[in-house]
């Protein structure tokens, strides 16, 4: 049971380079999230899925898209990477009652340059 | 207005001692408040919630606390050990959609030996 898997782990990117953060969950949850963190900041969500084909939009969506075509994968994508995306993003599944929390995968830390 | 407020950066305390870290909370309609604990190079994790019926959760040496008139929580780790060491943070669902998170800015725990 792997849990949630993120890859890559690191990435770097020229501005304006385009490319997809993959998650994957193998817990059949509902509930999957994509939330980026930086300094003084906690973390902030990106977008949000509550189940195959629906997905929505969270605090900081700009540039960024999802899909969720399947219950498993969660991938998200940047347009046209800018220096502001420079942070670590973390997916996160859930079963969806509020006293479970959300698991996360180990992030993905990208430098936009 | 939503938000969960972290006001400590940084707390350091000995071996053994209780550790105390504190949330702040704008809006009285918050269900459920959840600490979650984040190692370096990892993603975060479900530590303990609390809902907002109650006033105190107990899970080992994790009690978490809840002051609804002061709009205040708080996580007590009795007694702290080094591996204790890591970034905590409270965080809420949104009212308006429970399977948003609303995160704190984090305290960073140091536990000497």
């Known amino acids: 049971n792997a849990g949630v898997t993120q890859t890559p782990k690191f990435q770097v990117l020229k501005t304006g380079q385009s490319m997809t953060l993959q998650c994957a969950q193998d817990?059949?949850?509902?509930?999957m999230s994509w939330y980026r963190q930086d300094p003084g900041m906690g973390l902030r969500l990106i977008h949000y899925?509550?189940?195959?084909?629906?997905?929505d939009q969270g605090e900081v969506p700009n540039g960024y898209n999802v899909s969720r075509s399947t219950t498993e994968d969660f991938p998200l994508r940047l347009l046209s990477a800018a220096p502001s995306q420079t942070s670590v993003y973390f997916c996160a599944s859930s079963r969806g009652t509020n006293q479970y929390g959300y698991t996360f995968g180990s992030g993905t830390r990208l430098t936009v340059v | 207005d939503q938000q969960v407020k972290q006001n400590s950066p940084s707390l350091s305390v000995q071996e053994g001692r209780i550790s105390i870290l504190n949330c702040d909370y704008t809006?009285?309609?918050?269900?459920?408040f959840l600490w979650y604990k984040k190692y370096p190079a990892e993603g975060p994790t479900f530590l303990i919630s609390i809902s907002s019926i109650k006033d105190k959760n107990e899970d080992g040496r994790f009690t978490v606390f809840l002051n609804k008139s002061a709009k205040h929580l708080s996580l007590h780790i009795v007694p702290s050990q080094p591996g204790d060491s890591a970034v905590y943070f409270c965080?809420?669902?949104?009212?308006?959609?429970?399977?948003?998170?609303?995160f704190g800015s984090g305290t960073r725990l140091l536990v000497r030996p």
């Open positions: 809006n009285s309609m918050f269900d459920y």
């Open positions: 965080a809420a669902p949104r009212m308006d959609s429970s399977y948003k998170l609303i």
């Open positions: 899925s509550v189940g195959a084909g629906i997905t």
């Open positions: 817990m059949n949850h509902e509930y």
